[in-house]
Nanobody, 120 residues
């Protein structure tokens, strides 16, 4: 079956960096666009960013533009979220998700999440 497993979460001081990884299995990874989402305590889950199946195109929510970068390796079936210049408001559980063709943003598969805590 499809599995998405996030790793790399933890605690960091504001201004620091953290890299999250998502390892995918059980699907033809290169066919899927991948997204990162987050959910802070008491808040709804929100879109962080996404990367196209080829890696040629990325999209980010305004609050992370210029600070976060998504990359992928279709040979190794992983997608990364590089978080730089972190802020306390980035504290959340981060999830990766897979969006199958025709990539309508209806993410079909989700990981279990990894906690990120940014302290001031």
């Amino acid at each position: 079956q499809v599995r998405l497993v996030e790793s790399g979460g933890g605690s960091v001081q504001a201004g620091g960096s953290l890299r999250l990884s998502c390892a995918a299995s059980g699907l033809t990874f290169r066919n899927y666009a991948m997204g990162w989402f987050r959910q802070a305590p008491g808040k709804e889950r929100e879109f962080v960013g996404s990367i196209s199946w080829s890696g040629a195109s990325t999209d980010y929510t305004d609050s992370v533009k210029g600070r976060f970068t998504i990359s992928r390796d279709n040979a190794k079936n992983w997608v990364n979220l590089q978080m730089n210049s972190t802020k306390p408001e980035d504290t959340a559980v981060y999830y990766c998700a897979a969006d199958k063709p025709p990539w309508r943003g209806e993410y079909d598969y989700w990981g279990q999440g990894t906690q990120v805590t940014v302290s001031s």
